[in-house]
């Protein structure tokens, strides 16, 4: 089956670019219809949707996040990558990485913290 893996930095500083990258295995993010979310958990506020990518590259994004928030891919590594901008401590969770509408298939999650 599908698998997903994430990877971020573990540690980022207030005001800087937070970046989480999802690598995809045994499934191709180009393939026809499928669509390539970005999630996060954190004890205060929960699970949050925060945007997504389609498999021709159309993004939508949660308006909460919309202003700060940019998901790429890059095909020829089958990965997709979530930058949200301007991070506060508010901003500390575990990111995760899903595909379908339904997020059927998640990643184990990667801990990022905010803090100076």
């Known amino acids: 089956q599908v698998q997903l893996q994430e990877s971020g930095p573990g540690l980022v500083k207030p005001s800087q670019t937070l970046s989480v990258t999802c690598t995809v295995s045994?499934?191709?993010?180009?393939?026809?219809?499928?669509?390539w979310s970005w999630i996060r958990q954190s004890p205060g506020k929960g699970l949050e949707w925060m945007g997504v990518i389609a498999y021709d590259g159309t993004t939508y994004y949660n308006p909460y996040f919309k202003s700060r928030t940019s998901i790429s891919r890059d095909t020829s590594k089958n990965q997709f990558s979530l930058q949200l901008s301007s991070v506060t401590p508010d901003d500390t969770a575990v990111y995760y990485c899903?595909?379908?509408?339904?997020?059927?298939?998640w990643g184990q999650g990667t801990q990022v913290t905010v803090s100076s």
């Open positions: 899903a595909r379908d509408r339904a997020l059927r298939y």
């Open positions: 045994n499934g191709s993010i180009t393939t026809d219809y499928y669509t």
